[in-house]
């Protein structure tokens, strides 16, 4: 089945910069669109960024002038850049992808387990 994987998280400095990554793997007739979210303990999962193709959207506001969304297709993966890092950043981070496994499927949301990224001041 299909698996996604994040990789990337850590602890940095304030103003320092993390590099996730989330890759699937498994069957996968297409990889629609990625999305990453973010969670703290407690609160609502927060959208962070988006990709359908193109450069993508950052959707969380806090987020806007320094974080930045790519993928690339041929190794179904996708990242996501995080400059200019603030303790309000820290969170679990998670990887959403919408996957069709075959060519008659629809659909299908999938997650990772997420990564942890914690900044410190």
């Known amino acids: 089945q299909v698996q996604l994987v994040e990789s990337g998280g850590g602890l940095v400095q304030s103003g320092g910069s993390l590099r996730l990554a989330c890759k699937a793997s498994?069957?996968?007739?297409?990889?629609?669109?990625w999305s990453w979210y973010r969670q703290i303990p407690g609160q609502q999962r927060e959208l962070v960024a988006s990709i359908t193709s193109g450069t993508g959207t950052i959707n969380a506001e806090s987020a806007k002038g320094r974080f930045s969304i790519s993928r690339d297709n041929g190794k179904n993966t996708v990242y996501l850049q995080m400059n200019s890092l603030k303790p309000e950043d820290t969170a679990a981070y998670y990887c959403?992808?919408?996957?069709?496994?075959?060519?008659?499927?629809?659909?299908?949301?999938?997650w990772g387990l997420g990564t942890q990224v914690t900044v410190s001041s």
């Open positions: 959403n992808a919408k996957i069709r496994q075959t060519w008659s499927d629809t659909l299908k949301d999938y």
């Open positions: 498994g069957r996968i007739s297409a990889l629609h669109a």
